[in-house]
């Protein structure tokens, strides 16, 4: 399933072998929550090289329901992408308004935003859901504690995910099963999940509960420690993670898979990620600028346009607008991705740190 | 510059020569009001065979301003569109909110609802703001009374639309130059509206002023009497109109050009215009639909999406949802119009229009 090609210290290059292809780690996930990369089309998607992304199993259990993705064939001939799909739990959605009700050895009792109707789901039942979705890898239902959290809660939200991964089906044809290790900020319940979930015959295993709020060196110390209990030969997901600098960061940890609405939202609100930095292309020094977005990019919105023209667009409010940048975000994080990976195929990876310090730093 | 080619009864077959093409008549123009076809590519638009749109050169010239324009080479470069480009003159934008102080022989004065500044549109300075935007055809400056006008307001319009025409730079190269006929719903006054600008050396005649409220068989008339005045070998450009049966009641009263938001405002609303007629893909019915949007379209949306998938996108506000029923719905004008072409030149046309009158008659 997982094979390490080469290492730069901690960090790893490797292979992730999916039923819709072989993926490069480390990689990044576009986040497509509701079954679309929000503005952009599967064709903008493959321009971009996108190989894989994330949707959410109990977003698209709500909505469109099962049935509706069942006959479609599942979510790939739904929404049309030809790569590998990752489906979140919805363990997450415990800290997003709207959706939890509570949780107990069972599982998590969620409520339905559309029409208040609860549904349990155990962590069987989380499984079942993503394999009806047809995702090639299904995260296993975990209990994602808010920051910040007290020890209490946290202890409570690793026995509980520690609980629910035991029952979390693994071993299935065609879709892989990803643990996922909580325990908040506190090191010695991160060093617990992470050792509970390194017996169990997961696939890959998530770092989750992180990158919502605590300091970026307390999620570095965090992945510090799953990483050095995580057993070698299994992939690593930070979950929601996040900007060129942070994946960097985790990289040189040892983590070997991201997923962030990075890209996305800048996008939309206005803000291109580019070789430069990021810039904010609402701001009126871009009026008469005639450069494309990024000169080092070969996207379609470097490729045709001007910043000139897409501050235009963001000023005027026009559709437009968001969906270059989104593209153009996107497609850079692809392309970062490579160049991260020939980095540490040339063991350049704290040179190439230290440029992209340069760049992104505040 | 404009040749008919064949006849059936008073539809024509044309061709229009541009600086950016040559373009068979009818045709319909979607419009790009803010150098952009809302939520579409010019990626997009080709891929939809799209030869001409239109803009207005009194919003480009508040924004993005001539300046920006100028040092893109023009409005076709700014938003890489290859082919014609018309541009309204801003009269219509007399009876928009926020544009318009007062009007007099010498012009239009309209504030910029961006920062309050004034400016003064005399005929001529409507034709250089064009010539510098770079559009193919010019429309004049002309003076469009609201719906419903008194008599004195319309004849006021027609005088006014009048001495500006003679104004009106012509014979320019590189761009044509098109009259525009008014007179609200009187007769008498479309008439002499029509016999002014007739006598005139124009390259193509608007007519202005309609669908804006009035009843539908009020705007037929006001057509058929302009119709029957304006030169026979200059083409006849029905502005802002319209759905397929507006256009084919049109087309048999001797229209040539159309334009309209119908497409695009439909399918940001959620409304595919296809060849069973008007879905509104909001509705419960399309959760389980499995089909295309229609079944005789070949455009991006219809080959890969189904109605289900298009229901759940507008249902989630996916701004995907509306771009993918907008460039439908802009293929379908499209094609319609091709499809009105072949009609116009077997003698079909009653024919033609009594299908689409079962189709998308009320």
Redesign the interface.
């Known amino acids: 399933m997982f094979k390490i090609i080469a290492k730069d210290n901690k960090a790893r290059l490797g292979i992730l072998k999916t039923a819709h292809g072989e993926l490069k780690t480390p990689f990044f996930m576009p986040v497509a929550t ?3 990369v ?6 903008d998607l493959e321009s971009c090289d996108v190989k894989v992304l994330i949707s959410n199993s109990l977003h698209l259990f709500l ?2 329901g099962l ?2 993705l069942e ?2 064939g599942g979510l790939h001939k ?3 992408f030809e790569g590998a799909i990752f489906t979140d739990s919805g363990g997450f959605q415990m800290i997003r308004k709207g959706f939890f009700v509570r949780a107990d050895e069972s599982g998590i009792i969620f409520r339905s935003p559309y029409d208040g109707q609860k549904y349990l789901f155990t962590p069987e039942f989380s499984k079942e859901v993503q394999m009806r979705i047809g995702s090639d890898v299904a995260m296993m239902l975990d209990y994602c504690a808010e920051y910040p959290a007290s020890y209490e809660e946290a202890k409570r939200s690793v026995e509980l995910t520690t609980k629910w991964a035991q029952k979390f089906p693994k071993n299935t044809k065609e879709q892989l099963s990803f643990g996922i290790v909580q325990g908040s900020i506190y090191e010695d319940l991160r060093e617990k999940s992470a050792k509970d979930l390194s017996n169990m015959d997961f696939d890959g295993y998530g770092i989750g509960g992180l990158s919502i709020g605590e300091p970026k060196k307390v999620m570095h110390r965090m992945v510090e420690i799953v990483d050095g209990i995580l057993p070698e030969n299994k992939p690593r997901y930070l979950m929601g993670v996040g900007s060129p600098l942070e994946i960097i960061e985790s990289v040189i940890r040892g983590v070997d898979i991201f997923d962030s609405v990075f890209p996305t939202r800048n996008g939309r609100h206005g803000t291109a990620i580019t070789s430069e930095g990021m810039l904010n292309l609402r701001k009126a020094e871009f ?2 600028d ?1 450069q494309p977005l990024d000169n080092e990019c070969q996207c ?1 919105t470097c490729e ?3 910043r ?2 897409i ?3 963001l ?2 409010k ?3 607008g ?3 940048l989104s593209l153009h975000n996107v497609c850079f994080m692809i392309q970062f991705m490579k160049r991260l990976r020939e980095e540490i195929e040339q063991g350049n990876l704290e040179k190439f740190k230290k440029e992209m310090e340069r760049i992104y730093g505040t």
């Open positions: 509701k079954a679309t929000k503005t952009l089309t599967p064709e909505k469109p049935e509706v006959k479609h739904f929404m049309r009026k008469n005639m379609y045709n346009f001007t000139a023209y501050h235009h667009l000023r005027e026009e559709i437009l968001m969906h270059l």
